[in-house]
């Protein structure tokens, strides 16, 4: 037996058939949903993938968190349900609430692509559990909207209660408070970050490592107990 | 253009001494004649601007027709090519059943006008080429040429053109993996933006833009019309820029990726349930160009009920309609029992899509509007029997004085310090710097099977996970040499990018260019650009890939000034497991470096005489075309053999510059000796082609000289990669980080 992952295809996502074969190649099954659909069809986690879902207008994000399927992941997020948002799976999760803050341009007011060096600062989530806390990976970050900001009293109590998932090493690509690079709930089991860990799973491909497969090997433990 | 009262067939025909604007929309008086005489009439107010943007150069290749027909006349026999030129792209079998389709085109005079939007759109357009022949986009390349680095207008147009790159591309999901950026005062006022891109599917999935089948229907789908791009093509891109003439802003289109994305998605999806007869892409001359080319391409006529188009500004009149540039628009020709399942899959992805006419069993393309007809043509002769001039070209008399300013006699570097500063200088010069501050803000990683992307030789992009099968392009273009010498100097594009493409372990296949020259109406551009086209067709032939398409952009000049002639060559390749992909980056220390190749004294055109003396005179470099085949097959087999670890091609900047490039993307140094027979200056500094360096691993040596020796390449010994510095024993060392801070903080500097 083995997990069925889902990843949703918003208007505008790009990234979704990337994520699909970072969760293949993990020994997991892909599922794609679809943004007008309601049903999750017995997925057992959601990974919302990267992209320019409604192409951004307005503000990342803030167009999907309305859809349909939205409304499901939502519900069953705060059930326990494992989500992980991508890049602008991330900014939808923070639309959506089920993950505090909110992103701002990048302080440089350019695109940027590049080879991010992370730290695993919560090895304890859903998506996570691979990693040890501490262990510095390198993640392909590629974003324009990609500066984390929140109020000083949540950042402090994201700090506090160690939610703070990943920070940016050595750079600070976008200009993100306290270099954060990803965030966790309390729970645990919805993961938001700006790089993008299904871009670094093969040795040929990108930038030649595979320190995001963790990511995908977490949640497929986690599901079969393996 | 009024619209009361209407200016139907019937009523021009009655109307035979009513004055049309002609010259303002772009014709010249005899072509205006000659659409008199066509239709036996004078043409309706919408007949006629069809006629004027179809007719334009940059539609109708009118200049350039008489010179570009070698390309076919000369074609070498190749199994791969499977559509040819004449199509929105060339196709080309890559194996395993794949297909690959790929062109480059020009967004030249909007880019300048508006530089965001100008080449946001240019990705645009070239990515729905490669929709409309079936495939599915996987990645866009941008070559870019841009006035002096330092100039003040250079900071207004490349910043924007960046953006507007990256804004779009990124938008859509396509990798971007390769292109270039040039500088040169010669483009000060004419920047060039030149976009690429590369469509895969399956051989059985190539779709044509033809309308055949009488009854079928033509579908419009995509963005609403608006009366943005008006004349783009016809008023724009076929006339010199004059500071006399009003603002041109209006001419230039506003893309919206989002809106493009669903437009592949929608597109592919329809091709995937097998709904599409004929298809094409509105691009330049709109809706005027789509149907008159999908009519005169198919079987036989069509209608177009005009008032049945989407618009974004219901003021708009027919002639604004047809003549429209808006962007994000296709038409499909379905047969009528699939109209509404494609239907429906526009309403999945949000695209707006309406019925506009049918495919009739006659020959006239004819146009409605409010019930009454107001376009009634053959439509060839609006899509193909446009006009073809011969025009007049000489050689330019300025050009043996400028032969004759010889480069080799340049002073030269008199110590080994005065070496090391130019070479400093050299490789921290805008031209030869790192131009990462520009390519990070495009997407190299999407689609996830990028497995090279600049600054490597050439991108390469994985089409099948299973076997590795892959694809490698690479673009280049030299200018300097060109205006030296333009029939070498289109060779010496065609042979960089074929040995950029070989560098990196693939096998050229096809070639794709952009040309780029000024007004056609100077015999002396004209000379350069049939000189150009000769050189380049000469060389397709010799080595073996066809020319599959590409894009002809002309008066690229202000004023009396022309741009250097500056034919862009892509040259496409296939390479079977990308496993075994060469990079550019040392990749492990003691790893022996060899020079594949001869090095002549050659300096006309070079990056060392442009930074060190300002200076453009003598001659480029000498080509050889049986050598560039030879060390391409060389760099091939060594790689599916994996005797090389890394390679680099030589070109602009020779050898140091490869060296450098190579040694700081592999954070290694190299410490390299002065061959036998050549001075240290030609060594480091000149730039004869046919040339690159490898890094053999110590395991490997004695099978790769074998082989370089039994098929008579010559091969030398330079160095091996050692230590945290660039030495050239006897001259100069210069460590990594001072050859990291010189090259790689220029153009951020400059232009950030």
Known sequence: MTARIGVVTFPGSLDDRDTQRAIRLAGAEPVALWHKDKDLHQVDAVVLPGGFSYGDYLRAGAISRFSPVMGTVIEQAKAGLPVLGICNGFQVLTEAHLLPGAMLGNDHLHFICRDQKLRVENADTAWTADYRAGQEIHIPLKNMDGRYVADEYTLDQLEAEGRVAFRYVDFNPNGSQRDIAGITNEAGNVVGLMPHPEHAVEPLIGTGRTDGLPFFTSILKKLVGA | ?752
């Open chain 2, 1 to 752: 253009m009024s619209r009361t009262p209407l200016d139907t067939v019937e009523h021009a025909a009655a109307t035979p001494d009513v004055e049309l604007p002609w010259a303002e929309l772009g014709l010249k008086k005899d072509e205006y004649e000659r659409v008199v005489e066509i239709l036996g009439r004078r043409p309706t107010g919408a007949e006629l601007a069809m006629y004027s943007v179809m007719w334009s150069e940059h539609c109708s290749y009118k200049s350039s027709k008489v010179h570009l027909r070698q390309f076919g006349e000369k074609a070498p026999r190749s199994d791969a090519l499977l559509v040819g030129i004449g199509e929105n792209a060339g196709v080309v079998d890559v194996g395993q059943g794949y297909a690959v389709t790929f062109k480059v085109e020009s967004h030249n005079h909007p880019s300048y006008v508006e530089p965001y939007q100008g080449a946001a759109t240019g990705v645009g357009g070239i990515v729905r080429d490669i929709i409309a022949m079936g495939a599915r986009p996987v990645a866009v390349v941008d070559p870019l040429r841009f006035g002096a680095a330092d100039h003040p207008d250079t900071k207004r147009v490349l910043p924007g053109v960046v953006a507007g790159i990256g804004g779009y591309g990124n938008c859509l999901g396509l990798p971007n993996i390769g292109g270039e950026v040039v500088f040169d005062a010669c483009y000060q006022g004419n920047p060039l933006v030149n976009a690429g891109a590369i469509g895969v599917m399956r051989h059985e999935d190539i779709h044509l833009a033809k309308a055949s089948g009488a009854g079928n229907q033509v579908i419009l789908y995509g963005a609403r019309t608006g009366g943005d791009g008006i004349g783009g093509a016809s008023i724009l891109a076929s006339e010199t820029f004059d500071d006399a003439k009003p603002s041109k802003r209006p001419a230039v289109q506003v893309g919206d990726p989002f809106q493009e994305k669903l437009l592949i998605e929608c597109t592919l999806e329809a091709f995937r349930e097998k709904l599409v007869v004929g298809i094409q892409d509105l691009g330049a001359a709109g809706l005027s160009c789509a149907t008159s080319e999908l009519a005169s391409n198919g079987s036989g006529g069509m209608t177009v009920t005009l008032d049945d188009v989407p618009l974004r500004d219901s003021t708009l009149s027919p002639e604004e309609i047809l003549m429209s540039e808006s962007q994000e628009r296709m038409c499909a020709v379905v047969e009528p029992a699939k109209v509404d399942r494609f239907l429906e899959i526009c309403e999945k992805w949000d695209v707006i899509a309406t019925v506009i006419g049918e495919v009739t069993d006659g020959d006239r393309l004819e146009i409605f509007w409010h019930g009454e007809k107001i376009v009634d043509v053959d439509p060839r002769t609006v899509a193909h029997d446009g006009p073809v001039y011969e025009r007049p070209y000489a050689r330019p008399s300025w050009q043996d004085e400028l032969q004759a300013d010889d480069a080799n006699k340049l002073p030269r570097p008199a110590t080994a310090a005065e070496l090391k500063d130019q070479v400093l200088k050299l490789v921290g010069s805008p031209n030869q710097a790192s131009k990462k501050w520009i390519t990070s803000q495009y997407d190299h990683f999407v689609q996830g099977n990028t497995v090279l992307a600049q600054p490597e030789d050439s991108g390469m992009i994985r089409v099948d996970e299973a076997t590795g099968l892959g694809v490698a392009i690479a673009t280049d273009g030299n200018g300097r040499y060109a205006k030296l010498d333009p029939y070498t100097g289109a060779q010496l594009a065609l042979a960089e990018a074929y040995r950029n493409v070989a560098t990196t372990g693939a096998k050229p296949l096809a070639v794709s260019d952009c040309l780029n020259f000024g007004s056609p109406e100077d015999p002396a551009v004209m000379w350069q650009f049939a000189e150009a086209v000769r050189g380049l067709a000469d060389g397709c032939l010799q080595l073996g890939t066809p020319v599959t398409g590409g894009n002809v952009s002309l008066y690229n000049q202000t004023g009396e000034a022309a741009i250097h002639p500056t034919p862009v060559v892509a040259v496409l390749g296939v390479i079977d497991d990308v496993a075994r992909r060469t990079p550019v980056a040392f990749q492990e220390e003691g790893q022996l470096l060899y020079l594949l190749g001869d090095t002549r004294e050659e300096f006309g055109g070079s990056a060392w005489s442009q930074v060190v003396h300002d200076h453009l005179g003598g001659l480029p470099p000498k080509v050889d075309l049986e050598r560039e085949r030879l060390l391409a097959e060389i760099l091939i087999s060594a790689s599916r053999d994996g005797m090389i670890d890394s390679a680099h091609d030589l070109s602009d900047g020779g050898l140091i510059q490869a060296v450098v490039e190579s040694a700081l993307l592999g954070g290694r140094g190299a410490r390299l000796v002065v061959p036998d027979g050549l001075d240290a200056f030609t060594f480091l500094l000149s730039e004869s082609a046919g040339r690159a360096i490898v890094a053999v691993p110590r395991s490997e040596e004695v099978r790769f000289n074998d082989m370089c020796g039994a098929r008579g390449l010559p091969v030398t010994r330079i160095g091996v990669v050692d230590g945290a510095s660039v030495e050239i024993q006897g001259e100069f060392e210069l460590s990594l980080t001072e050859l990291r801070d010189a090259h790689e903080g220029t153009i951020e500097a400059l232009l950030a």
